[in-house]
């Protein structure tokens, strides 16, 4: 006999075990089913060990400025041992957290591999032992992604790595090569650089971050530059080939029609991630899941997250777009709304980004240049945060905070900001673009002394 259950959601990352206890929360009996750690990609190998390292990649830069603001920091060093336990004590942690959210919230978690049998039925196959049928009114698929590479030839060297390998990776490599500018590329270009590495990017593209405001890729591109880093855009990777003694790697390219070679101990390859689907559907699922929507391997769901299959919906990286999880969240929540019938109030098609170099970049709504493709007529209020106290006296890097406004109403459609804790400050334009505020409305607001956030004051009043 099957267990009965009101939602079955498959994948325990960002979006799959935030939407099990959404669900939870509004009476439903809810399965979770995982066939690696609880947190899936963000836990484990994405957002929280990144950022782990990062923090003290950044904090080991900034002591380097020492003496200029009176430290005597000349004993520091970086201990990669260390480094690597803090972050599994980190994760370690936050796994506990979620086990702990799933025990409070009474959600049973299944160890192993769900496939959908038919609208009502998920079959859980464990690593070990034989498999569970679950029987259920909704699905919720939240698979994730995987990293998408490229086939260049010698990609499967050793020593040519995804972000999982390099996150995974007990030292670090000397010299290392990126091949993607996108946003894993700049997050491990930045620990790589403030730790003293040196680094070369090959982006194919004719700029770094190319889904970002132009001027924040001239900027990033500028500080990346000022530490050791080399960024060729518009290249086409051509082969990765081992290095005569054996020892190192060569990553030929061609830029600008010249045959180039840029040489490296390591080469990350972060050309972006591809939904996941392995072992959803196998030849025990009914024809009608067979048959479920999919376009270049992503599941294709409506507005309300649902699949083509009624009362099966899908969340997160595994239905494509942003690929990120705050996202994956949002869309669970909303997707677990509407199984309950209710109104889905969360504002989907606003979804701040951020990339957690130094300064920090955090980005929301439509830039001034897609606004003009979309023939919106806008105005741009920009502020260099040269000019506020907080960023001076705590030596921040160049930055600024850009704010896109409708010309007629004044109301703010975009932000892009490129400033220490722009990832935090971003929250506020998102805010203001959700509930429809104008750049007065924003201007209403008195901002603390001496912040960061004044910098948005001084935007929206320009
Ligand atoms: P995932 O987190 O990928 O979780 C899917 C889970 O499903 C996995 O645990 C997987 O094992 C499980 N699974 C898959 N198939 C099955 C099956 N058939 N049965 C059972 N279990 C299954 N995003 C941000 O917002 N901010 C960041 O700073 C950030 N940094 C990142 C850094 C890196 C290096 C990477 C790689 C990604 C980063 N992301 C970041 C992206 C973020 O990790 C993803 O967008 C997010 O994890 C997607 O959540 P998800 O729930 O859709 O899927
Ligand atoms: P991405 O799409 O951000 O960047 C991939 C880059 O690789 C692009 O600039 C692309 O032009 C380039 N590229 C593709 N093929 C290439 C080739 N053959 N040679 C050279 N360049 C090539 O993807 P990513 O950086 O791998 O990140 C994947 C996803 O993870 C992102 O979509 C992002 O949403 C998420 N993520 C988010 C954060 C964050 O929120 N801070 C951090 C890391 C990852």
Wanted: with cysteine.
């Amino acid at each position: 006999m099957a267990d009965r259950w009101n939602l079955v959601v498959i994948g325990a990352g960002p979006g799959g075990y935030e939407a099990a206890v959404e669900g939870a929360k509004k009476g439903m009996k809810v399965a979770l089913v995982e066939n690696r750690e609880l947190g899936g990609t963000c836990l484990n190998r994405g957002c929280i060990p990144t950022k782990t390292i990062l923090h003290t990649a950044e904090l080991y830069h900034e002591l380097q400025a020492g003496p200029s603001i009176g430290l005597r920091t000349e004993q520091a060093a970086v201990d990669m041992d260390l480094v690597q336990k803090r972050k599994e004590e980190v994760l370690k942690q936050l796994r506990a957290g979620i086990a702990a959210l799933m025990k409070t919230n009474k959600i049973t978690v299944y160890d192993g591999t769900g496939t959908i049998v038919d609208r009502c039925h998920v079959s859980v196959r464990p690593e070990s032992g034989g498999p569970v049928l679950l029987e259920t009114d909704h699905i919720l698929i939240a698979t994730g992604s995987v990293p998408a590479c490229p086939p260049i030839p010698g990609a499967d060297l050793p020593g040519v790595v995804t972000s999982d390998g390099l996150l995974d990776k007990k030292d670090m490599f000397g010299h290392l090569i990126i091949i993607g500018g996108g946003v894993i590329g700049m997050e491990f270009a930045s620990i790589y650089s403030s730790l003293g590495h040196p680094v070369t990017i090959i982006e194919a593209l004719d700029r770094i971050l190319p889904g970002m405001d132009k001027e924040i890729a001239q900027n990033l591109k500028m500080i990346l530059k000022k530490r050791d880093t080399d960024i060729h855009t518009g290249a086409r990777v051509e082969e990765i080939l081992r290095d005569e003694d054996g020892k190192g790697l060569i990553c030929r390219f061609v830029e600008k029609d010249k045959v180039c070679e840029a040489r490296a101990d390591g080469i990350l390859i972060a050309t972006g991630r591809r939904a996941y689907t392995g072992g959803l559907i196998s030849e025990e699922s009914s024809q009608e899941i067979r048959d479920m929507a999919m376009e270049r391997g992503r599941i294709v769901t409506d507005g309300n997250q649902e699949t083509s299959v009624p009362g099966i919906y899908a969340i997160g990286d595994v239905t494509g777009g942003v690929q990120l999880a705050h996202a994956a969240t949002a869309q669970g929540r909303s997707a677990v709304a509407h199984m309950a019938g209710e109104e889905v109030s969360i504002r989907l098609d606003i979804v701040p980004s951020c990339v957690y170099t130094s300064p920090e970049i955090g980005c929301v709504g439509i830039t001034a240049d897609e606004a003009k493709e979309k023939g919106i007529s806008v105005i741009t209020r920009k502020y260099l945060m040269s000019a506020n106290g907080k960023s001076l006296l705590s030596q921040q890097e160049r930055g600024f905070i850009k704010v896109v406004a409708d010309s007629e109403t004044q109301c703010i459609l975009g932000a892009q900001m490129m400033c220490a804790r722009a990832t935090d400050m971003i929250s506020q334009f998102a805010a203001a673009i959700v509930n429809g505020l104008t750049l007065e409305d924003m201007a209403k607001v008195i901002f603390p002394h001496p912040t960061f956030s004044e910098g948005i004051l001084e935007a929206v009043r320009l």
